[in-house]
Nanobody, 122 residues
């Protein structure tokens, strides 16, 4: 079955950096769009970034600070997060979408990881 396993979360001071990883198994990874979403306490899950075969998309508030990338040989997608702010504190989820479109909608994604906590202290 499909599994997405995130890692790399933790506690960091404002202005610091973290790199999240998501290892995928049980799917033809290169054909899937992969994305990162996040959910803060009491808030809805929100789009962070997506990567397809042909392009990359970022939420406006992440542009210039976050970088999504993928290694199809390793079935892994990454999220490099720089200049972190306290408002970036959330559980970060990896998601896979089988049609490869890279939607910003939560409902478009077929598979989800368990999430990894990112906490940014001020």
């Amino acid at each position: 079955q499909v599994q997405l396993v995130e890692s790399g979360g933790g506690l960091v001071q404002a202005g610091g950096s973290l790199r999240l990883s998501c290892a995928a198994s049980g799917l033809t990874f290169s054909t899937y769009a992969m994305a990162w979403f996040r959910q803060a306490p009491g808030k809805e899950r929100e789009f962070v970034a997506a990567i397809t075969r042909t392009g990359i998309d970022y939420a406006d508030s992440m542009k210039g600070r976050f970088t999504i990338s993928r290694d199809n040989a390793k079935n892994t997608v990454y999220l490099q997060m720089n200049s972190l702010k306290p408002e970036d504190t959330a559980v970060y989820y990896c998601a896979a979408e089988q049609y490869g479109l890279g939607s910003r909608r939560v409902s478009a994604y077929h598979y989800w990881g368990q999430g990894t906590q990112v906490t940014v202290s001020s």
